[in-house]
């Protein structure tokens, strides 16, 4: 009878999709390492939403033993491939995973394999983000960063208008991390200098298990406390659970409007959620075309006699596109805020929020930036390029 298998790594409870996903597996009969045949089988079983459904096996993988007799998969690849949403489309982009694992080889004298025991994983989650080299591949994401919760590596202070208003993204959306699995971070408090004035937010999902990843806007609903509030100088906002408060607070500082107009940005950051900032110094906006142009026949080369009219001309455009730009400056910034700037020159969906809550896709075209530092810098400002997601022209 083949050895028993059992499961040596596995992810932690929740992993971001676009770093190494990692299994390892080994089993305990080392006769059945010495058939050249020998093989870890995994199959990989993925599904959205509540984590109390799963699919069929999606996909089946094998690997040989390794110099260390372990068989070791790693499946991000492929569960990254299924977050194709944009956040902007999905702001809850989470996938559930699960994997059954088994030996097999071909016996002496058979043509057709003989497998071993089976076993199966917990149930994981994979959320659309990245990890930084060199976190450890099996670290929860609570460990990732002291902001965790509010998923985000911004800085501890930061800034916000009172004219923002309380639609959704007045103040921004944050994203608070909602463990499925055991139901960890559920809600945050939003609170102000008053004593008075200490507001709860409960963030809601369509069930105690589903969607991961919960935004909510700061400051929907509640437009006595953050809004004409002439007395507001500053409000944090921090997670809670059922243990009470998680995490640091974010302090949000309230800023007088500029003498310059304010550009806010939002870009998805390496957790899969927003990261925003106020570019309140000169920002400029320009606009430029390109074109090929030919030389038509004019006249009327098929009537009775030539002739041609005043509005022909001799030189037509036959290509015409436009690219419009956008270039922005930081006010005088910490030097902790370096780490989310970094992610914001890395991020692959940023949008430029207008005044009136709507949006416009932006491309970063700053493809270098020196960073620096208090110690050495002593004030500190930055300048980003961007190219509007949408030309001028409509072109399918």
């Known amino acids: 009878m083949p050895g028993t298998i059992s499961i040596n790594q596995t992810p932690a409870s929740s992993s971001l999709a676009q770093s190494p996903i990692i299994f390892s597996v080994n089993q305990n009969d080392p ?12 199959e990989l079983t993925y599904w959205t939403g509540s984590i109390l459904v ?21 499946v991000s690849k492929i569960i990254n491939s299924t977050l194709t949403e944009k956040l ?9 995973l699960k994997a059954e694992f088994y030996p097999q080889y071909i016996a002496s004298g058979s043509t057709a394999f003989t497998t071993g025991s089976h076993i199966v994983s917990d149930v994981f989650c994979a959320i659309d983000g990245y990890g930084l080299f060199p976190e450890n591949i099996t670290s929860s994401l609570e460990d990732k960063s002291s902001f965790f919760p ?3 590596d911004g800085p501890a202070t930061q800034s916000a208008f009172n004219t923002e208003g309380t639609t959704a993204g007045g103040y921004g959306r944050m ?3 909602k463990n499925g699995i055991n139901d960890v971070y559920a809600t945050a408090l939003i609170y102000s200098s008053s004593t008075d004035d200490n507001h709860k937010v409960t963030l809601t999902s369509s069930g105690d298990t589903s969607a991961l990843i919960e935004s909510f806007p700061i400051g929907v609903n509640e437009p006595d406390f953050l ?13 809670s659970g059922s243990a009470g408060l998680l995490g640091d607070p974010l302090r949000f500082e309230i800023k007088c409007e500029q003498k310059y107009p304010n550009v806010r940005v939002k870009w998805k950051n390496r957790f899969g959620q ?16 390109t074109r090929k142009t030919y030389q038509p026949q004019v006249g009327s080369w098929n009537a009775s006699a030539l002739s041609y009219e005043n509005y022909e001309s001799s030189i037509q455009n036959y290509v015409s596109d436009s690219t419009q730009t956008l270039q922005v400056n930081t006010d005088w910034v910490e030097e902790s805020y370096n780490d989310i700037f970094k992610q914001l020159l890395a991020s692959d969906e940023i949008y430029w929020i207008q005044d009136d809550g709507t949006i416009k896709p932006l491309a970063i075209t700053t493809s270098n930036l020196r960073f620096k530092t208090g110690v050495v810098d002593k004030l500190i400002r ?5 190219k509007l997601g949408q030309n001028y022209k409509l072109i399918l």
Do not use: C
């Open 54 to 74: 799963s699919g069929s096996v999606d996909y089946t993988l094998t690997k040989y033993p390794n110099t260390s007799d372990y068989g070791i998969f790693d």
């Open 88 to 96: 902007q489309e999905n702001e809850s982009n989470a996938v559930y």
């Open 31 to 42: 006769n059945m390492l010495l058939s050249s045949s020998f093989q870890y089988v995994a």
């Open 382 to 386: 930055y300048t980003f390029d961007f």
């Open 175 to 177: 994203g608070v991390w």
């Open 150 to 152: 509010l998923m985000t």
């Open 227 to 239: 809004v004409d509030r002439t007395d507001l100088e500053w409000f944090t906002v921090q997670a």
């Open 274 to 289: 927003y990261d925003y900032f106020n570019f309140d110094m000169v920002s400029r906006e320009a606009f430029s075309t």
